[in-house]
């Protein structure tokens, strides 16, 4: 790949700049910008939709730009680092929405590209980058949570096709998905090598999702049940019972997703570290221009000082597998830290709240108020996705340290 150097980087940037401000909708300029908050993920139900999300969507992947540095022959940007990077830096600059967030791109794009067959490529590709499939995760089982490899939902050779049988829980988003990627077992006579990595069409009859409210309120999450249901024999990613090798590349892509979004602190528990500061001046008054419980005052200080190094050592990482090298066990330290600083941020959101903290509806509690404690419960879920906190530890303790196994 070739490598640019600081005058063509700039001219790449002022190429950016200029397109992303004349093709970026003027519709969604505004914070009020009446969109459906699900087109920004894209899917069937949004094929032919005029919203100005799927607009933004459909301009950025003609450019390959939902996908800057996958390979321009699968639709992606063929984008050098460098110039992903710079991309990435305009996007913020100028404030633009995210023009498509994807399971597709996060985490099934870049194992298909190191395990898929050809065919697969040219089929499943294209329409992650253009937002046209909608996909969900189908690996943890209720029987099978942190120890993934027990699972037991069979997938049986019929000939012709594939037959699946059995459940999932926890799977995102399964009721607003169009495919599934999917941990089934082929061989029960082994643990980790009876595993096999399959592609399920959510419409295929059989297929039964069934959402789970969590404490929050919300429902992200869902039960999935698939009763005899057929897929075709080309939609085996990788060898059969090689399905595990693939699983542990995926989870480190999806540590990886889930870690960057923390590292750029925005969102988590209702705000960045530097609202959070100026929320609890708010609430619990200020003195000479700073949060007057000192206490509180260090503690919010510390979590935005490991936040900082988090993203530094994010970047680090996020270049190391923008080489070439591809995401390694690191992810798993990101991950834990990302999570445990979440929480934490969360916990002293509530604090500063104060009374305020306890309001779940109503006029007397302001937006930022709900979206504080209802946000501070979701955080509780952030060591227990992409591999539990435990599991990460594991992972860092032998892959990164390499440390022998209890005896």
């Known amino acids: 790949m070739a490598d640019f150097g600081g005058a063509e980087l700039e001219t790449f940037r002022s190429e950016v700049r200029d397109w992303l401000a004349a093709n970026y909708p003027p519709e969604l300029k505004s914070a009020e910008a009446k969109t459906d908050p699900e087109a920004v993920w894209g899917g069937r139900a949004f094929e032919g939709s005029s919203d100005p999300q799927i607009v933004w969507m459909a301009r950025m992947a003609q450019k390959g730009w939902t996908a800057p540095t ?7 940007g063929g984008l050098a680092p460098q110039q992903a990077r710079v ?9 633009y929405r995210p023009a ?3 399971f597709g791109l996060w985490m099934l794009g870049p194992v298909l590209l190191e395990y898929a067959n050809e065919a697969q490529k040219a089929e499943h590709l294209p329409k992650i980058v253009h937002g046209k499939i909608r996909w969900c995760q189908g690996y943890s089982e209720p029987g099978a949570g942190s120890d993934l490899a027990s699972l037991q939902t069979r997938c049986e050779d019929k000939g012709d096709h594939w037959l699946i049988n059995g459940s999932k829980v926890w799977t995102s988003y399964a009721d607003r998905a169009d495919w599934c990627f999917c941990l089934v077992r082929t061989d029960a006579s082994k643990k980790h090598e009876g595993i096999s990595f399959v592609l399920i069409d959510m419409a295929t009859p059989g297929v039964e999702t069934r959402p789970i409210q969590l404490i929050s309120g919300e429902s992200p999450f ?7 249901v057929k897929i075709p024999k080309g939609n085996l990613v990788g060898r059969m019972n090689g399905g595990w090798e693939i699983a542990k590349r995926l989870l480190q892509y999806e540590r990886q997703n889930i870690s960057a979004g923390f590292g750029e602190g925005g969102g988590v528990g209702g705000g960045s570290a530097a609202d959070l500061a100026q929320l609890a001046k708010r609430y619990l008054g200020e003195e000479a221009g700073v949060l007057a419980e000192r206490d509180l005052r260090r503690r919010i200080t ?33 991950k834990y830290a990302a999570a445990e600083f979440a929480k934490e941020r969360a916990e002293l959101m509530v604090e500063a709240l104060g009374a305020q903290a306890l ?18 419960l979701r955080t509780k879920a952030n060591s227990i996705e992409g591999g539990t906190s435990e599991i990460n530890l594991n992972v860092v303790a032998k892959r990164v340290l390499g440390l022998p196994d209890p005896k």
Do not use: H
């Not at 050592?313 to 066990?329: K, L, M």
């Open 87 to 95: 991309l990435d830096q305009e996007l913020a600059a100028g404030r």
């Open 100 to 102: 498509l967030l994807s």
């Open 302 to 334: 510390e979590n935005k000082m490991n936040f900082q190094a988090l993203r530094q050592t994010i970047g680090r990482s996020a270049a190391e597998s923008r080489a070439g090298n591809g995401p390694s066990a690191t992810t798993s330290i990101i």
């Open 70 to 76: 996958w390979p321009k022959e699968v639709g992606g």
């Open 222 to 228: 869902c039960e999935t049940f698939f009763t005899d």
């Open 359 to 376: 309001g779940w509806e109503g006029e007397g509690y302001s937006p930022t108020e709900i979206a504080a404690v209802r946000g501070w």
